[in-house]
């Protein structure tokens, strides 16, 4: 099947590179809005190129079914360069070129409203490394909570490239390093859970736990109250399940269906207004990994169509794909859940 | 939130499956562009007013719901194409909106197979 599958993604590959069909009522510059049966902008859609040497591509990446085909921006040709973050690429060294006519391929076709140039954006790759997150601005929206999307890279921005090697060997490193202590620490907490106490990660005391659990509390009597019931229940799955899953990446989850669908039984249900207080549900648990409120809130108004607690996973998996079950299991325990832990131990 | 018009529409509630002559909140109609809509019915994306239920695709291999989620193509760098949530009462924009899902870049996997996946089937 070797040769067969190569070929096949050859022929992938090339289907995806091909150029798109141009718009059969918009200019090269404009896409077709079906709905309205107008040109509109790229331009007043995307803004000008964020990087030298890229333009628009053909109708900015869409077809005339308003469809995203491919990306709205592409580099200059062989030859074509782009340093004043025109609409189009010209010759290099011959200045800027006018912009390719707006007017449709075949007649007149109206342009839809127009609305304001939205300003350029950086680019993600000023400093020759590329980014997952295009924009370093502050949000203009009122949403300061959605600026929690970390912005790892801007410490990596100001790294020259030489330095990029190192640091990503250091990390490679500590994380090796932590994830010993780790292990070795794991294996001595489940020697004391013996003993019964109601939160071993903090009896070993260990700031190393601490710190790669991500803890939000630094003190015991800090944590999530729950019933003796619970504590008990919890110290044999937390000292004998988590050290196995600790390095199992939370991705997994996505592919255990069956264990994925009882979480989603146990963690998403919220009373309704006549309940008592909902005991770690998967909003809480989406406030452990730092989702601000608004988030849960719109993941819980497309129930049931969409689980929260799938969709939370998903979200944190795009976002930390370092993400591992071990810290998953840990929320689930300082939210005092022994019934999703006793789910979970099954992938153990 | 869109600017009202001086068209008032009534909007009353009903309760599952029963006729309720409860709350009738008069309110003004929000406005896509130059046009009036019903916010229960439709929504407002770039202008233009969709169904609630309409979907179009972002990239090859995925779709999405512009009323409710922004499709985000990444043209620097890894260039995928990554789907990320509206959040109700303000302007979206791709920098600042939480990620949803990234778009597979392998063979496209239809609605179907992702709902049978799921088991929502």
């Known amino acids: ?348 | 939130f869109p600017v009202g018009v001086p068209v008032c529409i009534t909007i009353f509630f009903l309760q599952g499956s029963k006729a309720v002559a409860g709350l009738w909140l008069c309110q003004p109609a929000p406005r896509c562009g130059d046009q009036v809509y019903d916010p229960l019915q439709h929504c407002c994306s770039d202008d233009t007013i969709l169904p609630l239920n309409r979907t179009r695709q972002c990239g090859p291999n995925c779709t999405f719901w512009p009323c409710l989620e922004l499709c985000c193509p990444e043209s620097f760098g890894p260039k995928r194409f990554v789907v990320k949530l509206k959040v109700l009462g303000t302007q979206s924009q791709c920098p600042s909106s939480p990620i949803s899902r990234i778009c597979p870049s392998m063979l496209p996997i239809s609605l179907t197979d992702v709902l049978r996946k799921t088991r929502r089937i």
């Open chain 1, 1 to 348: 099947m070797g040769p067969l599958r190569r070929l096949l993604t050859a022929a992938l590959l090339l289907a995806q590179a091909a150029p798109q069909e141009a718009s059969q009522h918009c200019g090269r510059l404009e896409y077709w809005n079906p709905d309205n049966r107008c040109c509109s902008s790229c331009l007043q859609r995307f803004g000008p190129p964020p990087c030298p040497d890229y333009e628009f591509s053909e109708n900015c990446g869409f077809n005339d079914f308003a469809d995203h085909v491919t990306y709205p921006f592409k580099e200059c040709p062989f030859g074509q360069c782009n340093p004043d973050n025109a609409e189009l690429c010209s010759p290099c060294g011959a200045g800027a070129t006018a912009p390719a006519p707006a007017g449709s391929r075949s007649g007149t076709q109206r342009r839809c409203r127009e609305k304001p140039v939205p300003p350029k954006e950086p680019c993600p790759l000023k400093s020759g490394k590329p980014r997952v997150y295009s924009s370093q601005e502050p949000s203009p929206s009122a949403i300061s909570s959605v600026s929690w999307t970390p912005e790892r890279n801007v410490t990596q921005q100001a790294l020259p490239n030489f330095a990029l090697p190192v640091v990503l060997v250091l990390m490679v490193l500590v994380l090796l390093v932590t994830s010993a202590v780790i292990l070795l620490l794991a294996q001595r907490c489940h020697r004391r859970a013996k003993v019964l106490h109601p939160y071993p990660g903090l009896v070993c005391g260990d700031t190393n736990i601490h710190t790669v659990f991500s803890l939000p509390s630094s003190s015991p009597g800090s944590l999530e109250a729950s019933d003796a019931g619970d504590k008990v229940s919890l110290v044999p799955l937390l000292g004998r399940e988590l050290p196995s899953l600790a390095s199992q990446p939370l991705s997994r989850l996505l592919d255990e269906l069956e264990v994925l669908e009882e979480l989603i039984v146990l963690l998403d249900p919220e009373p309704g207004p006549g309940g008592g207080m909902a005991r770690g549900t998967t909003r809480h648990l989406a406030a452990r990994y730092g989702v601000p409120a608004a988030w849960s809130t719109f993941a819980y108004s497309l129930r049931p169509s969409r689980s929260p607690l799938r969709a939370l996973i998903e979200m944190v998996v795009a976002r930390e794909p370092s993400a591992s079950l071990g810290q998953f299991g840990t929320h689930l325990a300082q939210l005092g859940r022994a019934d999703a832990l006793q789910v979970l131990s099954k992938l153990g």
